[in-house]
């Protein structure tokens, strides 16, 4: 069973002295960089000068500085830009500001994992990473609630990295609902996995397929929306709030032996295979290279995939549709 923390765990006096830098003012920098400064954690932002972000930050009452500047003034820096920039911002701007004492801080182990970064030994390297968006992060926060986080040691130089990680998770509020401990290669290629396999790669081609198949059979495309796209949310809230087995004693007995029946025809032993291929590729760090080469030569393939994920029939029917439900609009 997985080790998990709670506020009884965490001493928030160990932040006392400490100033945090969050690097990128994001959803998440955003979420997390409000938490600790309503902890008493003394926070500095830097964000990029004429974006949303930085106007937000503003706002919010923070004034943003650059990436030399927080890394300087940080005695933990969390870095929250995007993947794919991780490395160069860390290799140009905040490895000429480490030294001995400091922290690195991720809410995503990629660039460690697949060694785009490699800290210096004389600073401490954790993870928290909350199970949830930044603005979720936020509103549980000021719930008096918290998100369920992970915690993962890459490098304790000071002895007592782990203890400064879960002070950490308690300004953000996470040790209210349950910090759990896992390993940087661990949440990476869960994380990548899952999102490839699962989450984003799975759900959207089967979604593709299905849309595809009822139109090619003579369905109308927006009956077709509706049944392959529309109603999924209604059943994925389902499966977070009970669990698959809540799901199917709250949809008709007609759905659920559909469900049982005819779920294993559609994810099947091959199925299976091509996920076991995902998951190798993950680790053996084949799709990481990929994905830094694509960025590295200009996107071409990405940009390429994406344009013509736009073009889709289901997209041009969604948007009519959408256009529909005004309660879906923020």
Known sequence: MAKIYYDKDADLGLL?????????????????????????????????PGTTNFEQAKKDGFVPVSVDEAARAGDIIQILTQDHVQAKVYKENIKPNLKKGKALCFSH???????????????????????????????????????PSLVAVFQDASGQAKQLALAYAR???????????????????????????????????????????????GYQPEIAYFEVLHELKLITDLIQETGISGMRRRVSNTACYGDLTRGPMIINERTRKTMKKILKEVKSGKFAREWIKENETGRQKFDSLLKAGDEHRIEQVGQELRNMMPWMKK
């Open 16 to 48: 006392k002295d400490k100033t945090v830098a969050i690097i990128g003012y994001g959803i998440q920098g955003r979420g997390q960089a409000l938490c600790l400064r309503d902890s008493g954690v003394r926070v500095v932002v830097s964000e990029l």
């Open 109 to 147: 182990g990629f660039n460690i994992r697949f060694k785009q970064i490699k800290p210096p030994k004389n600073v401490d390297v954790f993870m928290i990473a909350p199970k949830g968006p930044g603005a979720l992060v936020r509103r549980m926060f000021e719930e008096g609630k918290g998100v």
């Open 171 to 217: 300004a953000i509020g996470a040790t209210r609902a349950g910090v759990i401990e896992t390993t940087f290669d661990e949440e990476t290629e869960t994380d990548l996995f899952g999102e490839q396999a699962v989450l984003c790669g799975g759900v959207t081609e089967l979604i593709k397929a299905g849309f595809d198949t009822l139109v090619d059979a």
